[in-house]
């Protein structure tokens, strides 16, 4: 019995520092992240026209641009002022995970879908109805939303985030539940 006894503490011990060690890589990985999307906004601020109001009504027969940088697509900057929060979306969500990205739609038909991790959208917890949030292309249009409802989902399928003009989405690390905040 002494021996089993001090397999399993030797064993819980690893299982802590294996734990210890992957948060340490997903908090190393989130920070990487925000360096990366800040270097990339600098680029983007330097490349833009100047801004001006989008309306859908302008855009609706357009597919929303991209531009290069550093070898990726980005098509919009999002934004939360009330929340500090601007972060370049990627143009699809096969270029990577670092940064958010769209998983489907346009600003220009009010359906655009934008996903994120809970580290770049950590802010959603705390947003209340009615907050501002813009999507600026990469023409300079500024599209402004508002939040009109946060909500849970166990899944992030096409059923489940369509319905708003805008919606943002990350995936909560904790409770593995999706959390959506949907814009009109």
């Not at 680029?43 to 290069?68: F, I, Q």
């Not at 939360?80 to 972060?87: C, G, M, V």
């Not at 402004?144 to 489940?160: L, M, N, Q």
Request: with cysteine; proline share 4%.
């Amino acid at each position: 019995m002494k021996r089993t006894g001090k397999v399993l503490i030797f064993a819980g011990i690893a299982l802590i520092i294996l734990s210890l060690g992957v948060l340490l890589l997903m908090q190393l990985a989130d920070r990487q992240a925000e360096k990366n999307a800040e270097a990339l906004l600098q680029r983007l601020d330097a490349l833009l026209p100047p801004l001006h109001a989008g309306s859908e009504e302008s855009y609706r027969v357009m597919t929303m641009p991209a531009l290069e940088v550093d070898g990726r697509d980005v098509i919009a900057i999002v934004e939360i002022p009330a929340f500090s929060l601007r972060l370049p979306v990627l143009s699809s969500w096969e270029q990577g995970r670092d940064l958010p990205r769209r998983l489907s739609g346009s600003a220009y038909d009010g359906s655009l879908i934008i996903g994120g991790s809970a580290a770049q959208f950590a802010c959603f917890d705390r947003i209340p109805n009615g907050t501002e949030v813009t999507v600026t292309d990469m023409r300079g249009a500024v599209f402004t939303y508002t939040v009109s409802r946060i909500g849970r989902a166990t899944t992030a399928d096409a059923e489940t985030l369509c319905g708003s003009k805008l919606t943002l989405f990350a995936r909560q690390t904790a409770s593995l539940e999706y959390i959506l905040l949907r814009c009109n």
